[in-house]
């Protein structure tokens, strides 16, 4: 099908190709439009400048969105057919495969870590320090990650105040052993949430611990043979660990700090520069997929779906507990109906705030990850592409409520009383007693 440039730029079908496409268009449409409730709208109209693209995901539940897209036939529906959501094994593969992209053998963009693509696009994670722009395109979920430790510590009770372990892990390491606490990847979400958690209960997670870095999918059977004392990992993990008896969960990051960001939707920025429409037709599948994921009475569908074989390979046991907000956490803590399940769509949890990119890049100063003369608010208003998610909003005719009025949610507060405030973000750094930086 041949198409001509018209002197605005954009594209039009000559008249044999339009006549050639309409029969197989037609079907197209008929096939997927009583499936779900918006039609097919701007991005595939405009026509997407290629109708493949390589995603990856890592084996967690807050990468359902791009599954159930894939699954439910939304890429193809907004003109994206030969999308591919594609297994990586690790936060670190995922990288570096977002380094090569798609047109290498490489992904083009991925389910991932809010902080990775600052820190991509730094080149502070990458091979010889090379950066690879990179932008954030949505969030794809709030809360329902978890802070799990060995039963070992059973009998402290450990909750979000890990204040209890301060002794125990200093008692353990004067007997000559080393404490291990699991992350996915450094500077990243749980990375963080660990950090914090730590820190908050007056343990500091690079003197008085050893941090370790695990893939998802490999924390279980790492607790399971004593290799951690410790891990913060996304669901099924956490639910599965405590399944199995391995160890226990003592919080739910949503108990740390209530409705916050998690995974993002970010892809390399030259795909998303030559292909605008393409990623627009991405965004709103993925944009759609949240909003079924946020469904409670598909969340049974949805725990079916990912945990097959070719996806996640867990059993639904695992998944649909946690999923609707009933957590056994493992050492005699049981609640049921909580608020701690996973949002897709709800309180805005897809569109991406640049306050909360700020936190994570303060966090990531705090630690060391950044300078303390990084410009957060430069380096947030470069990477976060707000502006397509509201374009893609726009397109699927998203209602005024869903969609915020400001990227900035103003002051976060935490469990332990400390408040983010993203228009003074050293006034927090200050705040904070353990921390990498003089501020």
Known sequence: MTTKKTNDGTFKLDRRSFL????????????????????????????????????????????????????????????????????????????????????????????????????????????????TPMYILARLNLDAQAISVSNEFKDLKVTADASALKAAFAAKKAAGKEVKVAMTFPGGTHDLWVRYWLAAGGIDPDKDVSTIVVPPPQMVAN?????????????????????????????????????????ALGMRAEWVDQNPNAAKAILMAVMEAQQWCDKPENRQEMSEIVGKRQWFNVPVADIIGRANGDINYGNG?????????????????????????????????????????????????????????????????????DIPASSSRGKETFFDGKVFDPENPMAYLKSLSIKRVEV
């Open 333 to 401: 803590r049981v609640e049921k109906g909580t608020k701690q399940f996973m949002k897709f769509w709800q309180d805005h949890a897809s569109y991406p705030f640049k306050s909360h990119d700020s936190w994570f890049l303060t966090e990531d100063i705090r630690w060391g990850k950044f300078e303390a003369s990084t410009d957060v608010k430069a380096m947030v208003n470069k990477v976060n592409r707000e502006d397509l998610w509201r374009d893609a909003a726009k397109g699927l005719s998203v209602v005024a409520a």
């Open 223 to 263: 607790m399971k043979v004593g290799n951690m004392d410790a891990f913060c990992v996304g669901e099924p993990w956490g639910e599965q660990l405590v399944n199995q008896g391995f160890g226990f969960s003592a919080c739910s990051t949503g108990e740390i700090w209530s409705k916050h960001p998690e995974k």
């Open 20 to 131: 050639k496409s309409g029969a197989s268009t037609a079907a197209l449409l008929g096939a997927v439009g009583s499936q779900f409730p918006f039609g097919v709208h701007v991005a595939q109209a405009a026509g997407p400048e290629t109708t493949k693209a390589t995603l990856g995901y890592i084996a967690l539940m807050d990468a359902s969105p791009l599954v159930i897209a894939k699954e439910k036939g939304l890429f193809t529906k907004y003109g994206m057919p030969d999308v591919e959501v594609a297994k990586q094994a690790s936060w670190g593969a995922t990288r570096d495969n977002l380094v090569l992209g798609g047109a290498a053998n490489g992904i083009d963009g991925a389910h991932i870590l809010t902080p990775m693509p600052y820190l991509i696009s730094a080149g502070k994670v990458t091979q010889n320090n090379v950066p």
